[in-house]
């Protein structure tokens, strides 16, 4: 019997792959090497000569295709110089071999590690391996900042009810998670000795060194450090941040924003202990396709804070002001399971920015807030045999968008569908039926698209669709996604339940750079039309986890959510978002500005979650050994109604603005029974 030729070395273990993962380990290397600048979960090999720029420090110029694109042929070996970062779900709670994979870190049934793509096809041969998924790439938070400085915010704004009871946090480590740098010398981070509060910080893109063991990358800044730089700094006449130097010093940083409304002297939880993740998000002056900045990492961080409150003998407050729209936002995500695994502890919690995306309109003219607004749709097919469009948009400069624009519906085990995808100039893909899938197929433009169709995800059963556009990484230049609306048509075989919910990754607004004679260009994300947008549902992935606390944005002055907070409920209807927080116009510490600017407003979900986060900590100063449920509990049995709601759950503000005082006060009844036995 003669032996089957394999066209595809991936082909053995293709159903546990998932399929951004397999479209990336199936693409050529000079593909990835481009890639890589925007995917956060893959990067270039040390050993690897790359050669060129990043995309993003030269000039694109589009060009009319060159004929029509080869045949595929057969697809290459996955490239040993590219590497990914994965969430690995095994049968066992044993550790993988580590001549197939190094793990970097366990929990349970769910390990993460670093991979070349060459090694993918031997992990997913082994049996105990069940799904291999590519991290999520992490956004950086967008929040609007305002154009002055600020003045000092009153020293009342941010305190809570009796100190007596809560001492504003003492003996908790708040945790904050974030990007832009932390500038621990800033005076709202110093004691009444000129010493920083800040016990630690971990930069995960500064160069190793062992400091951050048990992981491979970063480096912690401990406290000794950052008080001998403030020592210095007055000697050497250089500010204490740039003697003791994180990857990431930006201007107004988002993290030090967030960690101020916190935990700093003007915050919530103005006697904590303070330790901060900052996560790799680029330096704008470093190679991006060097680094990772993906929901694994999210998740290392997470367990670095909550270890480290451990070994200090703390209880943990950690903020999270970062997100994605990936996955199916019903906490089945492996980010998702991680953290909720790590809160099956008491004294631990992680409050979660909702999001920025619940715009879907313009508030005025000029205001382009709707375009990250329009994420989410969905709908229900009411019989098998009918057909149902969804009008995707690409917008790009001069009819070409250069970034990957991703789409994912989500939809009933017990139903059916086959997808058709429409082209902007009227050429028809498909249909794809269930367990088929088209990878990296050429169009006539030279432009690359990808549509799986997948039954039964290993991590909550549900069919799911991928559909992924694609740049020709490969040209030179590069040849762009065409602009315009896509369509995609739902075909239903099978209809027993019929909704489907459907996500736009996010693909942030951003400068390209200038060509002559034409005006400042900017990179635009896809979003859905305004016929197909469905303005509920928008809350980021990560703020999906089960026993997560979801913060919106209140607008406190004027009484209602801000238009742009995100919006619940999640894929399988739980209520979330959980709580609103003040977020909008908050005035918070300026990072890296120097002595002249110290502070600056902001609004966005981002600045509501600190806000929050304080508030646990206040919770657990009282009683320490508080669970992630317990916790959610009392946010929600405290929250007030919005003027004109009830106290059933909204989807903009879930169960109310915040309670401080009145959440506290919870926290120290907690414990509390009244023996009525007569």
């Not at 003697?243 to 030090?256: N, W």
Request: hydrophobic letters at 40%.
């Amino acid at each position: 019997m003669r032996k089957k030729n394999k066209v595809n070395p991936m082909d053995d273990g293709v159903r546990k792959l998932d399929p951004k993962l397999r479209m990336i380990a199936n693409g050529q290397t000079e593909v990835n090497i481009v890639r890589a600048e925007r995917c956060a979960a893959i990067a270039v090999s040390t050993s690897c000569q790359i050669g060129t720029k990043p995309l993003s420090m030269e000039c694109i110029l589009w060009r009319e295709p060159q004929g029509a694109l080869p045949p595929r042929g057969k697809v290459a070996k996955p490239s040993s110089e590219i590497l990914a970062n994965v969430f690995i779900s095994t049968s066992t709670m044993d550790r993988l071999p580590p001549s197939q994979v190094t793990e970097t870190r366990r929990i349970g049934s769910l390990a993460t590690a670093m991979v070349k793509l060459s090694d993918i096809p031997a992990i997913a041969r082994n049996l105990s391996v069940r799904q291999v998924s590519l991290g999520q790439s992490l956004r950086d938070p967008r929040p609007v900042r305002a154009t002055v400085p600020s003045a000092a915010p009153m020293p009342t704004l941010r305190k809570v009810g009796d100190a007596r009871l809560h001492r504003y946090g003492k003996g908790v480590l708040v945790g904050l998670i974030d990007v832009e740098g932390f500038d621990f010398a800033h005076p709202d981070f110093l004691d009444a000795h000129g010493k920083t509060r800040f016990h630690a910080i971990w930069d995960q893109g500064a160069e190793p060194d062992g400091s951050a063991a048990p992981y491979p990358y970063g480096r912690v800044i401990d406290r000794a450090r950052m008080n001998a730089a403030i020592a210095a700094a007055p000697r050497v006449g250089a500010p204490a941040v740039e003697l003791e130097p994180q990857t990431q010093r930006k201007p107004s940083a988002h993290g030090t924003h967030v960690a101020s409304i916190a935990c700093g002297n003007s915050g919530v939880a103005r006697e904590a202990t303070i330790a901060a993740v900052l996560i790799s998000a680029g330096d704008e002056d470093a190679d991006p396709r060097r680094s990772f900045y993906d929901s694994t990492r999210l998740a290392h961080a997470v367990d670095y804070l909550f270890a480290l409150g451990t070994e200090l003998g703390l209880p943990v407050s950690i903020n999270v002001s970062l997100g994605t729209n990936g996955h199916a936002h019903d906490a089945s995500a492996p980010v998702n399971r991680w953290v909720d695994a790590l809160l099956n502890q008491p004294g631990r919690s992680v409050c979660v920015a909702a999001g920025n995306s619940g715009q879907e309109a313009p508030a005025e003219p000029g205001d382009l807030g709707w375009v990250m607004g329009r994420i989410h749709t969905s709908g229900r097919i009411a019989a098998a045999g009918l057909d149902v469009d969804i009008e995707w948009i690409v917008v790009g400069r001069a009819g070409k968008d250069y970034s990957e624009n991703e789409l994912e519906l989500w939809f009933s085990p017990q139903d059916r569908v086959a997808v058709s995808l429409r082209t902007p100039d009227g050429v028809w893909i498909g249909p794809v039926e269930p367990r088929q899938f088209v990878e990296n197929r050429g169009l006539a433009d030279g432009s690359f698209v990808s549509l799986y169709n997948e039954r039964y995800h290993p991590a909550n059963g549900a069919n799911y669709i991928g559909i992924y556009l694609s740049p020709n990484m490969r040209a030179s230049p590069i040849v762009g996604v065409a602009a315009g609306q896509w369509t995609v048509r739902l075909h239903s075989r099978e209809i027993r339940d019929g909704r489907y919910h459907g996500w736009v990754e996010r693909d942030d607004p951003r400068p390209l750079p200038p060509t002559p004679g034409m005006p400042e260009p900017l990179a635009f994300p896809s979003f859905f039309s305004e016929r197909s947008n469905v303005d509920r549902s928008s809350i980021s992935t990560f703020a999906c986890a089960g026993w997560i606390v979801a913060v919106a944005n209140l607008d406190a002055m004027r009484e209602r959510v801000h238009i742009s907070s995100s919006q619940g409920p999640t894929r399988d209807d739980r209520p979330k978002p959980e709580i609103a927080a003040p977020g909008t116009d908050i005035v918070a510490a300026c990072g890296f500005c120097g002595e002249g600017v110290r502070w600056i407003s902001m609004t966005g979900t981002s600045m509501a979650s600190p806000f929050v986060c304080g508030v646990v900590a206040l919770m657990l100063a009282v009683q320490p050994e508080l669970t992630a449920a317990q916790i959610a509990g009392m946010l929600k049995s405290t929250a007030k109604p919005l003027p004109g709601d009830d106290f059933a759950w909204q989807h903009d503000a879930g169960f109310g603005i915040i309670d401080p005082e009145a959440c506290v006060r919870e926290a120290a009844q907690v414990n509390l029974r009244e023996d009525r036995t007569r």
